[in-house]
């Protein structure tokens, strides 16, 4: 069974770092794209961060881009969000999730399955 879990979220003042992990199980993992994405309530999912099968190629959502950064160790099954200089607005619930399958890095939340549970972060000002 398909099993994704987040980790590392947490309660931060603005400017502070953390950094989320997730760890997938249930599937090939390194033929997937794997994404971040956060969800506020009432609102729709948003794309954050998404990587290739191999990490050979990168995609951030503007509002993140320069600030966090997307990885993941093949290895061990992990895919992980280096998020620093957090923001208030960074308040959400972050997901993984399962990409497309050798395909590219798109932004495209409806392209994105399998979710986790997700992990709270929360960024005081």
């Known amino acids: 069974q398909v099993q994704l879990v987040e980790s590392g979220g947490g309660l931060v003042q603005a400017g502070a770092s953390l950094r989320l992990s997730c760890i997938a199980s249930?599937?090939?993992?390194?033929?997937?794209?794997m994404g971040w994405l956060r969800q506020t309530p009432g609102q729709e999912r948003e794309f954050v961060a998404a990587?290739?099968?191999?990490?050979?190629?990168?995609n951030y959502a503007d509002s993140v881009r320069g600030r966090f950064t997307i990885s993941r160790n093949n290895a061990e099954n992990k895919v992980f969000l280096q998020m620093g200089n957090l923001k208030p607005e960074d308040t959400a619930v972050y997901y993984c999730?399962?990409?497309?399958?050798?395909?590219?890095?798109?932004?495209?939340?409806?392209?994105?399955?399998?979710w986790g549970q997700g992990t709270q972060v929360t960024v005081s000002s």
């Open positions: 990587i290739s099968w191999n990490g050979g190629n990168t």
């Open positions: 249930g599937r090939p993992f390194n033929v997937y794209t």
């Open positions: 999730a399962f990409g497309p399958e050798f395909r590219g890095v798109p932004s495209n939340v409806d392209l994105y399955n399998a």
